[in-house]
């Protein structure tokens, strides 16, 4: 699948995003949204890896619990708004 569209800018999507969530999953227990971005699994920086090494680190038979640290669009846009029109010192 490309993200390529005609006509449009090309932009670089670099990192992992949720794209699809199965009812009843993992992903849907973990209160998991589509497109927020895993920046970590157990540790492990997964903010430039290929969509097949994510897919590896994240179906790892061996490991039972999973750590994940993820950013979501809606609390970045949240963050952003309260600071309103706070300016740095």
Same mark, same amino acid.
């Given at each position: 699948?490309?993200?390529?569209?005609p006509g449009q800018p090309? $932009?670089?999507?670099?990192g992992i995003?949720?794209?699809r969530i199965t009812p009843g999953g993992?992903?849907? /227990?973990?209160?998991?949204?589509m497109g927020d971005k895993i920046m970590? $699994?157990?540790g492990y920086d997964m903010t430039m890896m290929t969509h097949d090494?994510?897919?590896?680190?994240? /179906?790892?038979?061996n490991e039972d619990v999973v750590r994940l640290l993820v950013t979501r669009k809606?609390?970045?846009?949240?963050?952003k708004n309260s600071m309103g029109g706070y300016q740095r010192q």
């Open positions: 699948m490309s993200n390529f569209i090309l $932009v670089a999507v670099v995003y949720v794209t993992p992903a849907e /227990t973990a209160d998991l949204r970590q $699994v157990n090494q994510a897919r590896k680190r994240l /179906t790892k038979k809606s609390l970045e846009e949240a963050v």
